[in-house]
């Protein structure tokens, strides 16, 4: 049979044995079983056909083209998109989290802005104010390691409590 060259996009894809499933890192880590990957992609233009015309089974292209297998998902800030844990080959899902740095200078009034805005927050409480200030310093500085407490907001609607999380997502990502 010919070879045919991989495409590009192959890149977004890796198969994870341990579900028989292949997952597309580019959209937010969708699994697709054999069958559906099969529909999904089979127009596309790098699917060879047959000898009979029809085009060629998808997940069959991928094994010719050498897609990426992992065993299963696992979750590592410090890694790349794949990684070895256990003797086992992971798929990362902090992988392509992270948000474009931007170069742009940073405007210290917002951030004045933004420790007000946890100040009133934290209700004037200086204690409670450090504590949301360390532990949103904790999890930027120390991405996936864990703790063993968690900060409850609690709140009328419109007070800024989701305002809270936009620095974490900015910095860390939004998965």
Known sequence: ????AAPD?????VFISSTNK????????TMLSKEALHVALYNKPEVPLKGNGDKEDVPKMFNMWGVRVAHALGYNPR?????EKH???LLNQFYC????????PLDLSAVEV???HVWHVAGHDQRQYEFLLKWMAHIVQKPGK??????????????????????????????
């Open 79 to 83: 890694a790349g998109m794949l990684y």
């Open 87 to 89: 003797g086992q080959i």
């Open 22 to 29: 292949y997952c597309n890192v580019a959209a937010n880590f």
């Open 114 to 116: 933004f420790r007000m």
């Open 146 to 175: 864990l703790i063993r407490w968690a900060v409850m907001v609690i709140g009328l609607p419109g007070t800024g409590k989701t305002m809270l999380s936009k620095p974490l997502e900015a910095a860390l990502g939004s998965r």
């Open 1 to 4: 049979s010919m070879q045919f």
């Open 9 to 13: 996009w192959l890149d977004d894809w």
């Open 97 to 104: 989290s992270m948000p474009e740095v931007s170069a742009a």
